[in-house]
């Protein structure tokens, strides 16, 4: 059983900054990509940011290329989002997510299958 819990999720004014953390179970961690997701209001889930499991690997949704960064520690099993110049439309909540299978890149929603329950990112103008 796969166990992904986010933290650091916050108010933050626009222009600032917020870091996110998720923390998986499992003693395999390193075979996976991670991604990161967000959700707005009535909106669908959407691709934010992944890394594969050796880190060699990131992409970026082209709305927070240049803005966000994606870093894991597999000695910790965390996976995190820096995210800088916040904006209001980044307001959603954010959830990590973990593949079913290992060693392979996916961008797309339908390819992950464990989510945490995620954190509330909320950027005021």
């Known amino acids: 059983q796969v166990q992904l819990v986010e933290s650091g999720g916050g108010l933050v004014q626009a222009g600032g900054s917020l870091r996110l953390s998720c923390a998986a179970s499992g003693r395999t961690f390193s075979s996976y990509t991670m991604g990161w997701f967000r959700q707005a209001p009535g909106k669908e889930r959407d691709f934010v940011a992944a890394?594969?499991?050796?880190?060699?690997?990131?992409s970026y949704a082209d709305s927070v290329k240049g803005r966000f960064t994606i870093s894991r520690d597999n000695a910790k099993n965390t996976v995190d989002l820096q995210m800088r110049s916040l904006q209001p439309e980044d307001t959603a909540v954010y959830y990590c997510?973990?593949?079913?299978?290992?060693?392979?890149?996916?961008?797309?929603?339908?390819?992950?299958?464990?989510w945490g329950q995620g954190t509330q990112v909320t950027v005021s103008s």
């Open positions: 890394i594969s499991g050796s880190g060699g690997w990131r």
């Open positions: 997510g973990r593949p079913k299978a290992p060693y392979y890149t996916p961008r797309s929603v339908t390819d992950y299958d464990y």
